[in-house]
């Protein structure tokens, strides 16, 4: 009976220090926190997270969870960048601003190398950009297209012109049957015309 009561003991006492092991883990564990690092050109602009000011260049730890950086500096166009942190892993990213004054552009010719920097970005940025859009309107890839009575091109998109990575396809109509010509060479194509926005102009 006195064994008995003795494995009772040891083994309620075993449970005790388990549920204290874990929850000092619970306890003092937190947030997952992931590590990012950040890369700004110009490398003395000023950057906030969430509001709160970092620095230009290095690395930060974030919780888990969706997060606003925001570049600014005299000379050069803002930028913000949203993003979403991960349980724990590392993560980098580019602040990089363009110049928009004439402070900006001496400051951008007084430093060649990271002006070196902002155009080949601009350019990787481009042909990402040049990317996307034609895997998502695959038409850009015969576009400008000349046809019977018709032009087509493409441009800004008129129903979201503050969204780079969308765009209107143009059309110019030369003669009375412009108009049903370019839609029949879309279908045949196989592009639905309800799902492109069209802009038809008879001008340029």
Do not use: C
């Amino acid at each position: 009976m006195l064994e008995e009561n003795r494995r009772l003991m040891i083994g309620a006492a075993a449970i005790v220090v388990a549920l204290v092991v874990i929850g000092g883990f619970l306890l003092f564990r937190g947030d997952p926190e992931s590590r990012l690092t950040v890369t700004s050109i110009p490398n003395d602009l000023t950057l906030t997270l969430d509001g709160h000011q970092i620095p230009a260049s290095g690395e930060v730890k974030v919780k888990a969870g969706e997060h606003t950086l925001v570049g600014e500096r005299k000379g050069f166009q803002s930028h913000t960048t949203t993003f979403k942190a991960q349980d724990g892993g590392p993560m980098s990213t580019k602040m990089y601003l363009y110049a928009d004054s004439d402070d900006g552009r001496e400051w951008t010719k007084n430093h060649p190398e990271q002006e070196q920097e902002l155009e080949a970005e601009a350019g990787r940025r481009y042909d990402e950009t040049q990317q996307r859009l034609e895997e998502k309107y695959p038409i850009l890839n015969v576009l400008p297209y000349i046809g019977p009575g018709f032009k087509a091109s493409y441009t800004q998109s008129k129903s979201d012109p503050s969204n780079p990575e969308a765009i209107s396809i143009k059309i110019k109509l030369f003669g009375s049957d412009g108009r049903d010509k370019a839609l029949e060479w879309i279908t045949a194509n196989g592009w639905d015309p309800n799902t492109l926005d069209i802009i038809w102009t008879t001008k340029d």
